[in-house]
């Protein structure tokens, strides 16, 4: 998920279980099922740095997906996202899905894509810039101790 060039951010990853809800009724994941895995996993990176006040103010303006493979019904699920870019007013937060092995299916990347969300305080008709400690917080490395 990262580029070579791309600064390294925290990413946060969960495991889940296709559940029926999750379905389509046809066995395989229905398409919203990607972006609450995805949005599980935000909210895991988001709690692991101590950010509670990220949610409330961080409205979605993009999301894009690409699907590569079918998720079925009782098979074990990764969603991980890691923060890709950090602007002014705005965040993209890149994610992968991976099914794993269950039954005759293959484990592999299932989507993956961006989020992009924007800070948007409450009160405020309009983005604003990111709050300094939610900043410093993502300024750490994977590596670094928070």
Same mark, same amino acid.
């Given at each position: 998920m990262n580029d070579v060039a791309a600064p390294r951010y925290p990413q946060a990853s969960i495991e889940r279980t296709v559940e029926w809800v999750d379905t389509d009724a046809s066995g395989h994941q229905h398409n919203s099922a990607i972006l609450r895995w995805v949005e599980a996993a935000e909210a895991e990176l988001f709690r692991s740095l101590k950010?509670?006040?990220?949610?409330?103010?961080?409205?979605?303006?993009?999301?894009?997906?690409?699907? @590569?493979? @079918?998720?079925?019904? +009782?098979?074990?699920v990764t969603a991980t996202v890691e923060i890709r870019t950090l602007g002014r007013?705005?965040?993209?937060?890149?994610?992968?899905? &991976? +099914? &794993?092995? &269950? +039954?005759t299916f293959e484990g592999g990347t299932a989507a993956y894509g961006t989020v992009t969300t924007a800070h948007v305080p409450a009160g405020a008709a309009a983005a604003q810039p990111w709050p300094a400690h939610i900043r410093e917080a993502l300024s750490h490395t994977p590596d670094d101790t928070y």
């Open positions: 950010l509670p006040d990220y949610f409330p103010s961080a409205p979605r303006v993009q999301q894009v997906i690409n699907y @590569k493979a @079918k998720l079925w019904f +009782g098979q074990s007013t705005s965040m993209t937060l890149a994610f992968e899905v &991976h +099914g &794993h092995t &269950h +039954g």
